[in-house]
């Protein structure tokens, strides 16, 4: 069974950073590219980074270009998310996202920036 | 970028209606398209890949079709569980790009 598990979220202060992580289980983790997508509070979805299998290429929205970094460790079947400058406008619901499909989600991880 | 205009924004419908859900892309993304579902709390839910391919264990009365620019998702007969809020995802090209979201509503 495919499980994706974020973890990291919480309350940070604008300017500050957090670093968000998903453990990937129930699939072959090194041949599949991850992609991030974030909700804010009663909006759509919004893609936010993907990454190759390898791990060589990520790409970004423009809203998060220069202060994200996507990353991750195939050993550990884990993606990362770094978050850097934040701002209020980022306070949203992250998910965890197998393929660039979209065919396998985690629970999420909230994310509040707030003074 | 790939503009991906979904409509209708929101719609009433009654159980059993037929309902239809359309994203036009603004350029040519094959069938690069996927379909979600998304109840209010909840994780959203994939629909349809590769713009008409059922995902496992969803009900038959979902199908979707359509390629290039223009895309559909037809809900044959609604069910009280299939009030929602769908979006359509493009994956052709970077950046990826989502519909802004149609909300099912009971009529």
């Known amino acids: 069974e495919v499980q994706v598990l974020e973890s990291g979220g919480g309350l940070v202060q604008p300017g500050g950073s957090l670093r968000l992580s998903c453990e990937a289980s129930?699939?072959?983790?090194?041949?599949?590219?991850m992609t991030w997508v974030r909700q804010a509070p009663g909006k759509g979805l919004e893609w936010v980074s993907s990454?190759?299998?390898?791990?060589?290429?990520?790409y970004y929205a423009d809203s998060v270009k220069g202060r994200f970094t996507m990353s991750r460790d195939n050993s550990k079947n884990t993606v990362y998310l770094q978050m850097n400058s934040l701002r209020a406008e980022d306070t949203a619901m992250y998910y965890c996202?197998?393929?660039?499909?979209?065919?396998?989600w985690g629970q999420g991880t909230l994310v509040t920036v707030s003074s | 970028d790939i503009q991906m205009t979904q409509s209708p924004s929101a719609m009433s419908a009654s159980v059993g209606d037929r309902v239809t859900i359309t994203c036009r892309a603004s350029?040519?993304?094959?069938?690069?398209l996927a379909w979600f579902q998304q109840k209010p709390g909840k994780v959203p839910k994939r629909l349809i890949y590769?713009?008409?391919t059922l995902q496992s264990g969803v009900p038959s009365r979902f199908s979707g079709s359509g390629s290039g620019t223009e895309f559909t998702l037809t809900i044959s007969s609604l069910q009280p569980e299939d009030f929602a809020t769908y979006y359509c995802?493009?994956?052709?090209?970077?950046?990826?790009?989502f519909g802004g979201g149609t909300k099912v509503e009971i009529k």
């Open positions: 996202v197998k393929d660039l499909g979209a065919s396998y």
């Open positions: 129930g699939f072959t983790f090194s041949n599949s590219a």
């Open positions: 990454i190759s299998s390898s791990g060589s290429s990520s």
């Open positions: 350029q040519d993304i094959s069938t690069n």
């Open positions: 590769a713009a008409s």
């Open positions: 995802l493009q994956h052709h090209s970077y950046p990826l790009t």
